[in-house]
């Protein structure tokens, strides 16, 4: 029903906000992804929405792209998923982090998200696998590979998920799992 709002930032109070639409305050609440790339109080500012109309509430979701909004959409349809629980995900994952633990399987990384236990994981790799392929654009099955070893050996090592995959962008496309691993090591140490 409401697909985007447009106004000014009243208030921010993770993970709420106001917006002010021509003197209406519309109650947002938005992934932490989100809320980290806000502009300041009195900002002009716009949101994909996902309105959520129950019994006992009216609620509206906030995002600053459309693969956040897909990306929710899709999580609230698998059973068990509600809003929150999205939301949380959102909050504890990118997009594209969330699509490469859905690709590779790694239940690990989605129990680190407050409120997702190892059942709730596996279900969400089951249902989403083949559903976020767009989020995560792999340039050919053997390089992925690669770079899914590569990421799996990085965090093995001790980095995090974030480190990992930013050390991923600097490697040439076909490089190999050990050569990979020994420059992004590198890239990491500088």
């Known amino acids: 029903m409401i697909g985007r709002l447009t106004?000014?930032?009243?208030?921010?109070?993770p993970p709420q906000?106001?917006?002010?639409?021509?003197?209406?305050?519309?109650?947002?609440?938005?992934?932490?992804?989100?809320?980290?790339?806000?502009?300041?109080?009195g900002e002009r500012i716009t949101l994909l929405t996902h309105?959520?109309?129950?019994e006992d509430a009216q609620l509206l979701y906030g995002f600053l792209t459309h693969d956040e909004r897909?990306?929710?959409?899709?999580?609230?349809?698998?059973?068990?998923?509600?809003?929150r629980t999205a939301l949380s995900i959102l909050s504890g994952l990118s997009v594209t982090?969330?699509?490469?633990a859905v690709?590779?399987?790694?239940?690990?990384?989605?129990?680190k998200v407050p409120g997702i236990g190892k059942k709730t994981a596996e279900r969400l790799l089951l249902e989403l696998k083949g559903k976020l392929g767009d989020a995560l654009s792999a340039p050919s099955s053997v390089a992925s590979d690669a770079q899914a070893d590569i990421?799996?050996?990085?965090v093995a090592l001790g980095?995090?998920?974030?480190?990992?995959?930013?050390?991923?962008?600097?490697?040439?496309?076909?490089?190999?799992?050990?050569?990979?691993?020994?420059?992004?090591?590198?890239?990491?140490?500088?």
């Open 7 to 13: 106004g000014i930032l009243a208030e921010k109070s």
């Open 17 to 41: 906000l106001l917006v002010d639409v021509n003197g209406v305050g519309y109650e947002v609440d938005v992934p932490m992804s989100s809320f980290y790339n806000l502009p300041g109080l």
């Open 51 to 54: 309105f959520v109309v129950r």
């Open 70 to 83: 897909a990306t929710f959409r899709q999580l609230v349809k698998i059973s068990g998923v509600g809003p």
């Open 97 to 100: 982090e969330l699509a490469q």
């Open 103 to 111: 690709s590779l399987q790694e239940s690990g990384r989605l129990v």
């Open 151 to 154: 990421l799996q050996a990085l």
């Open 159 to 190: 980095y995090s998920d974030r480190e990992a995959a930013a050390s991923l962008k600097a490697l040439p496309a076909d490089v190999g799992v050990s050569e990979g691993i020994k420059l992004a090591l590198k890239a990491l140490g500088r």
